[in-house]
């Protein structure tokens, strides 16, 4: 749970991400990790702004930190998420090319 003195500035964090704004929430993620160290809710956000900066293996290192840490569900669904997300742009990647059709394109 974020500290109540805190919690403005998380809620910054996430009008920023929403307004697309990702790499300016995570400099105020980031203060908020430095200062309350690994807390699911600011672990949990960091991990989708590195994401959405396009830096997919940190943010799934930060997730398995997520889980690791707090047994987080969220950071597990995330990486499915992602890991779909990947899986479907390579298969429209091979149908577009004319490649053999990825794991998931015979179903």
């Known amino acids: 749970m974020i500290p109540p ?5 998380f809620r910054r964090a ?5 307004q697309g704004r990702p790499a300016e929430a995570l400099v105020l993620l980031d203060d908020l990790d ?4 690994n807390l699911a809710d600011v672990l949990y956000a960091r991990a989708i702004c590195i994401h959405a ?3 997919d293996y ?3 290192l930060l997730c398995n930190k997520l889980n690791h840490l707090h047994g987080d569900a969220r950071a597990r669904r995330l990486q499915a998420l992602w890991r779909a997300r990947r ?6 990647g091979a149908a577009k090319e004319g490649e053999t059709p990825g794991p ?3 179903e």
């Open 14 to 18: 996430r009008r920023l991400y929403e």
């Open 5 to 9: 003195e805190e919690q403005e500035q």
């Open 87 to 92: 899986l479907d742009a390579a298969n429209a």
């Open 104 to 106: 998931l394109d015979w």
């Open 58 to 60: 940190e943010a799934n």
């Open 34 to 37: 430095r200062r309350s160290s």
């Open 53 to 55: 900066l396009g830096r």
